[in-house]
């Protein structure tokens, strides 16, 4: 197989067909996208040389042919951006199988909507910085949080930059810079050793959430890790929990100390459904869901005199204990499943001038020999 001409996202090629030794005829196709495949059999009639020179010669010019009708229908597509709407390209973005496939689709879906019943018949070549700057302050004055309205703007972001690769906007029309809002210090709340005992006696009722507590303290998993635990990733002999099915998608494994242990051992002995795979269950046997987790979770904070605790400082206070006794940023790290150390760095502040492990040792040779 020889290559006719390369370029213009075009693939033109030529194929001998034989009979035994002897050729019997030239095959030429040609292959741009967005159009099916074309291709025409020339018969070597009397020269092997004629019959690929017209090959070459159809190839070319079926080549020239489809590159002017793809320049008129993308004419066409630029003419009809006059009357694309936003709530066009946000219904696209949501029909793409790659955008449903996401884990957090309904989120997305959920806040796309917030711009839908906004700006569903506005123009997109209308859809300016000044519309979106007028957007950004109505989410500041809706949205509880900086952080949750900076979603909103990150997810519409997204769905405008999939239309401009898609070809559906043009490049010139850029989402803007310096939109999103500054982000705030990170939460830095942290249990102490008095308030756990306190938590962990006001849970006592609540053998499932108590359990789901020790389990996010010991372990340092977050929340979506812990409801999608099943009993086949817990190795009682080996110590350890396999994750899956993680945030940043790298599976990882995490050391199950042996209190930990111990309350899922509990809770295994107390589960009615004996074929339940899931950990976490709901009285029902399906699997507990975020939603009633939270609303679990408010009432026993809300006892344990923590009603400012969100459920992921749970995971914060692993990484707190863990730092206070010495581990290191690296195996902090480890534990929580973050690739960067600079998600970890807020916990450094626990502990200042605390000798970590190695200290010792060091200490000792310093003393020289007695």
Partial sequence: ???????????????????????????????????????????????????????????????????????????AVIKDLSRYTVGSLINEYLEESEVQALGTFKDIDRMLAWWLKRHVTTRVLDFN?????????????????????????????????????????????????????????????FLTAEQLDTLLKVADSDQVMRTAIIVSIGTGVRLGELLRLQWKDINFDEGSITLLKTKNKTPRAVHLPSNVASALRTLKKATVQS??????????????????????????????????????????????????????????????????????????????GKAVRGHAELDSLLGGKP
Avoid at 328 to 352: C, D, F, N, W
């Fill in 129 to 189: 910085v000044l519309v979106i700057r007028a957007a950004r302050k109505e989410l500041r004055e809706e949205k509880p949080t900086t952080e949750t309205a900076n979603r909103y703007l990150s997810v519409m972001r997204r769905c405008w930059n999939w239309g401009r690769n898609s070809g559906l906007i043009p490049n010139s029309h850029a989402w803007p810079d310096d939109v999103l809002f500054s982000s705030p210090e990170p939460r830095k709340l």
């Fill in 275 to 352: 074929l339940a795979q899931h950990v976490f269950l709901l009285p029902d046997g399906r699997p507990l869901k975020t939603s009633v987790l939270e609303k679990r979770w408010r009432k026993i904070r809300k006892s344990a005199f923590l009603a400012h605790f969100h459920w992921h400082d749970l995971r914060h206070s692993c990484a707190s204990f863990l730092a206070a006794s010495g581990a290191s940023q690296l195996e902090i790290a480890e534990v929580l499943g973050h690739k960067s150390l600079a998600m970890v760095k807020r916990y450094a502040h626990l502990t200042p």
């Fill in 1 to 75: 197989m020889a290559a006719l001409n390369r370029g213009f996202a075009a693939v033109a090629t030529i194929t001998e067909l034989k009979k035994g030794k002897r050729a019997v005829a030239i095959v030429a196709q040609v292959r741009i996208k967005p159009f099916k495949a074309c291709q025409k059999t020339f018969r070597v009639v009397t020269t092997k040389g004629s019959a690929r020179k017209l090959a070459v010669t159809w190839g070319k010019a079926e080549e020239k042919r489809l590159r002017e009708e793809f320049e008129k229908g993308q004419s």
